[in-house]
């Protein structure tokens, strides 16, 4: 039977091409443009009747077989442009040229996107919530880390504890994935991953996506994605210098240099960020943010080797320099320390990309990064060590991805990877490792021009938890041109990173201990057995390996487009999580202090509405706003006493879902950019606003009441720029100009920042 079925096949491959090449056919050519007749590279061109289909070449022409003498219907589709359905009747004897002209979507560039579905889609055509910053707003607004220009986005929230965080949708730093050009950033600390570390002056524009998107990116990416896409010169030469310096003797140099031939492109970029610090007590001995240096240098370079194969390279490296002062006991009698850090991390990625033609196209890139620390405190008398601490995180994720354009209406993608995980560090004596495998699949179906749907799942195992299993669906639907519906529901997941499973700490100044759950119950016992224990709180055969945080989360929305001029999205969402992991104290020692482990003990729940509005009533003018509702809550159980109905006391326990700290309920921003095309002058203003968030938990309750609360406050920057020649720009600056601070949780202020910046282009 299997020789009958292979002979099937055969037959079906060679006689059905003779049967077809039998009829009268023709052989078709046409062209793609755009409104100003620019030949359009890439777009695809459909017969769904013939099972034809074609992708036009640099110039914009494309090549079709098809029978003669027929009513042909044309469906030609571009990222970036409006689809057109056309119907052309063909004659066998006149074998016309055809030309398909596609006018450009609503949105201004930049309007392709590739994080919410790791293919480039048209941000008008994605159903996910997704957030695109451009290079000309970072460029406008001054910014130099990524930091700045995230805190003026809608939704998003900076945070302070060990750097520079982001909150997004409720969700703490540590649920949010922070890559560059799709590879993951390692080197977090107490989960929190430092976004100063990462400069925007090689930034082309900055993806967000809100929700889990565990579907395609896995672990970390419970609370969203954000991916920062790195500039690649488009001309034969490009080279941009800027150099910014503000107040705290704040200096940011950058270069960004590009070269492109045929086949071949280059792009470097170098860049010096340096300050003295600041504090923000008065008369403090330490400094809120210590004196530091630090460079970036990034390397992209690719070749297209054939028409079916390119070949690509990057690679950054990043290296920081602190110093600072500390001290110990009381501010009164100090005993002062000199301390030094330093950070560095790394990483390369070489990546082959196939093209084989007819929508088929694959991916192949293996993705090495390190990151390492060392920090030491020194006696200012003597010189003598008093502490040092160095940490090592490596990371090798090797991954390959298909993707089949069968059509214009679908689109399939598969891939698959595995990653190698390891950490070295005084705090984890067993130098753990973890090994991970990965599968994703995920397909795009738009049944007609008003729908698009994508649906998929991804697979995650691992050596030291249970496997995971995220699906995805999202749905977008244009009720009307002015009016478009999106909808999604998905899984995401974050594993238990190597802290709350491998972490072995003893404070050696105030004597806590804290203990990762793969080992705390072993740990515990051999304390007992050494008269150091002098309560358990929890049996320790209670104590289990903690479990990875699942979610569940739902965002529906609608896109309104009453003008050309006016745009206005307004997103809902739910995120349900369980198995939140907390650390909670398991036992006393005999010093009086506490251990500490991990526990999958909460259960939360973030939800609210955001809205963004654009409104750009000339070419010189724009205004956008955006304003935030959140409700975020995590469960809290109490055991209480109470008299039942027979008069006995008795243990009653109940729960209820509290407001969580640092989370404002009300957020807004407003940006104003205005650009005077004549005399080449750009101004801008622009504001963010934080309503009352609980901040300290003054009665240990976990959750916050109301005298809790932290009033609320806002922030305005402002910048004015003139561009001379084309080629120079000089901008001045004010951030934070109403010099507003609040020493601890917004340790990121700085107070008002005063700078000067100038650029140069060359082409």
């Known amino acids: ?46 017969v769904a009747q013939h099972n034809a289909h074609a992708v036009s070449d640099d110039q914009g022409y494309f090549k079709l077989n098809l029978p003669s003498d027929s009513a042909i219907q044309f469906t030609v589709s571009h990222i970036g442009y409006q689809t057109k359905h056309e119907t052309i009747h063909l004659d066998s004897r006149n074998p016309a040229e055809l030309t398909f002209m596609l006018k450009s979507q609503r949105y201004e560039s930049p309007t392709v996107v590739v994080t919410a579905t790791r293919s480039r889609r048209n941000i008008e055509d994605v159903p996910e919530p997704v957030t695109v910053i451009s290079d000309k707003e970072i460029q406008t607004s001054g910014s130099t880390r990524l ?20 909150q997004m949708q409720g969700f703490s730093s540590e649920y949010t ?57 488009q001309r034969p030469f490009e080279l941009g210098i800027s150099s910014r310096y503000g107040t705290n003797k704040t200096l940011d140099t950058g270069l960004n240099l590009s070269a492109r031939t045929n086949r071949w ?93 007819k929508g088929f196209r694959a991916e192949l890139s293996n993705y090495y990064s390190r990151y390492r620390t060392d920090s030491r405190h020194h006696y200012e008398q003597g010189d003598s060590l008093y502490e040092q601490s160095k940490f090592d995180q490596l990371l ?61 799942f991804r697979y995650d195992g691992h050596s030291e ?22 909808a999604s529901a998905g899984s995401g997941f974050k594993a238990p990173d190597f802290r709350q499973l491998f972490l072995d700490f003893t404070n050696p100044t105030v004597g806590y201990t804290v203990f990762g759950s793969s080992s705390a119950k072993e740990r515990i016992e051999e304390l007992r057995e050494r008269d150091q224990i002098e309560q358990i709180l929890i049996p320790l055969n209670q104590l289990e390996e903690i479990r990875a945080e699942q979610s569940w989360a739902y965002n529906a929305g609608i896109d309104l487009f009453p003008t050309d001029q006016l745009t206005i999205r307004i997103n809902g ?55 935030q509702l959140l409700d975020a809550r995590r469960k809290v159980s109490e055991t209480r006493d109470i008299v039942n109905n027979q008069g006995e006391v008795v243990e009653r326990e109940s729960s209820s879902y509290e407001p969580m700290f640092n989370r404002s309920r009300h957020s807004a921003n407003v940006k ?92």
């Open 147 to 166: 930091s700045e220009i995230l805190a003026e986005q809608t939704g998003l929230t900076l945070t302070s504890n060990h750097g520079t965080g982001i």
């Open 672 to 763: 104003l950019f205005y650009n005077w095309e004549a005399p080449a002058i750009d101004a801008n203003l622009r504001g963010r606003w934080h309503g009352r968030y609980g901040r300290i938990d003054a009665n240990g309750n976990g959750y916050v009441d109301a005298g809790e609360y932290e009033d609320d406050y806002m922030v305005w920057d402002a910048s004015l720029a003139k561009t001379f020649n084309e080629r120079y720009t000089l901008r001045l600056g004010v951030d934070n100009m109403f010099d507003f601070t609040r020493a601890g949780d917004l340790s990121y202020l700085s107070g008002r920042i005063f700078y000067a910046q100038l650029s140069l282009q060359l082409y």
């Open 573 to 627: 969402f739910r995120n349900n999580v369980d198995d939140l992991i907390e650390s909670a104290p398991v036992a006393t020692k005999t010093n009086g202090q506490s251990i500490f482990t991990y526990f999958n003990l909460d259960e939360v729940y973030t939800q609210g509405i955001e809205t963004q509005l654009r409104w750009q009533p000339s070419d010189q003018l724009e205004l956008s706003a955006g304003y």
């Open 265 to 357: 492109e280059h792009n470097l970029f170098v860049n010096r960020n340096s300050s003295d610090g600041y504090s923000l007590i008065p008369g403090s001995i330490s400094q809120t943010v210590p004196a530091y240096h630090n460079y970036t240098a990034s390397y992209q370079t690719s070749w297209e080797a054939s028409d079916a194969l390119n070949i690509e390279f990057r690679g950054r490296y990043y290296r920081e320099e602190q110093s600072s002062t500390d001290f110990l006991g009381s501010a009164q009698n100090p005993t002062l320390l000199e301390g030094d850090a330093l950070q560095e991390d790394y990483s390369f990625t070489p990546t082959l990309h196939f093209n084989w033609g």
């Open 465 to 486: 938890y249970s496997t995971q299993l995220s699906p995805k669906l999202s749905a977008r639907y244009k009720l009307f041109d002015w009016l478009h519906l999106r």
């Open 1 to 46: 039977m299997k020789f009958v079925w292979y002979v099937g096949i055969i037959v079906g491959w060679v006689v059905l091409p003779a049967i077809v090449d039998a009829q009268a056919v023709i052989d078709l050519q046409g062209q793609v443009v755009n409104n100003n007749n620019d030949p359009l590279a890439g777009a695809h061109i459909l």
């Open 177 to 233: 994935k922070i890559m560059i050009d799709g590879q993951p950033l390692i080197g977090r600390t107490a989960g929190t991953f430092n976004l100063d570390r990462i400069t925007v002056g090689n930034v082309q524009q900055v993806e967000m996506i809100k929700g889990p998107s565990s579907a395609l990116w896995g672990s970390d990416a419970l609370a969203g994605v954000i991916n920062i896409i790195t500039e690649k010169g």
């Open 396 to 456: 090798n994720k090797t991954e390959t991805q298909l993707s089949k354009s069968w059509n214009a209406d679908h689109t399939t993608t598969v891939g698959g990877g595995f990653k190698y995980e390891r950490l070295d560090a005084k705090r984890y004596p067993s130098q753990p490792a973890f090994k991970s495998y990965f599968g994703l699949f995920q397909h795009e179906w738009m049944p007609s021009s008003k729908w698009d749907i994508i649906a998929g």
